[in-house]
């Protein structure tokens, strides 16, 4: 009885996956994420329970399939639906300026937001543009137009060495780490932030200094 139930599962879930539509493991939300776990302890549970018969685990399997189209359907009759279950994009960095306020919804954190932007191919805040969470986690970034244009213009490899942009202030507080990394003291810093007329690092939401830019300050709202 269980290798028809496992056999019926299988041949169950593969006519969910194509009635559902095509959708890459990135491309899931949250909402996807948890609604696939439920399913599988579902199927699972009534694959091995014996006191649950076939008839049970084929409901099961056509009500979830029911269920989820439906959803599925509804979300694009009424977006607003949509957004309540999957979430909606939301603008992490505009105009290389981080929104803290959009960060702490979607408890982003600074060290999570460096490694985003990482695997985007961007290692400073000061050349984004626009940074964009989508409903996936994953993160769109478009790069400052001159930004953009330079990369276009020299492919080729460059010829002196290339320094990491380091972050120097997150939230107030200074990084020692990124000062030593970038061969500077506390005193330097403070230097640089009076000739911008910063007297006080914790007005700092986040500083970080980069070859060609320089130091790039923002302050707290």
């Given at each position: 009885m269980v290798t028809i139930k496992l056999v019926i599962a299988i041949f169950g879930l593969w006519v969910m996956t194509r009635l559902l539509g095509k959708k890459e493991i990135s491309q899931l939300t949250a909402f996807d994420f948890v609604s696939s776990?439920?399913?599988?302890?579902?199927?699972?549970?009534?694959?091995?329970?014996?006191?649950?018969?076939?008839?049970?685990?084929l409901y099961a399997l056509a009500l979830w399939t029911c269920l989820s189209i439906g959803l599925e359907k509804l979300s694009i009759v009424f977006p607003r639906l949509g957004r309540l279950a999957s979430g909606r994009p939301e603008l992490i960095i505009h105009n290389r300026k981080i929104i803290l306020a959009a960060m702490r919804r979607n408890n982003l954190d600074f060290e999570q937001l460096h490694a985003m932007l990482r695997q985007n191919g961007v290692f400073a805040?000061?050349?984004?543009?626009?940074?964009v969470l989508e409903t996936n986690g994953s993160l769109s970034v478009m790069l400052k137009s001159d930004v953009e244009e330079?990369?276009?213009?020299?492919?080729?490899?460059?010829?002196?060495?290339?320094?990491?942009?380091?972050?120097?202030?997150?939230?107030?507080?200074?990084?020692?780490a990124g000062l030593r990394d970038l061969g500077k003291d506390g005193g330097w810093l403070v230097r640089?932030?009076?000739?911008r007329r910063i007297e006080d690092?914790?007005?700092?939401?986040?500083?970080?200094?980069s070859e060609g830019e320089g130091l790039?300050?923002?302050?707290?709202a």
């Open positions: 776990l439920m399913l599988s302890e579902l199927v699972g549970n009534t694959i091995y329970d014996k006191d649950v018969k076939l008839i049970h685990l805040i000061s050349q984004v543009e626009y940074a330079g990369a276009r213009e020299d492919l080729q490899p460059p010829t002196a060495e290339v320094v990491l942009p380091v972050a120097l202030v997150v939230n107030g507080r200074i990084d020692a640089e932030l009076l000739e690092v914790k007005t700092v939401l986040y500083a970080e200094w790039h300050v923002q302050l707290k």
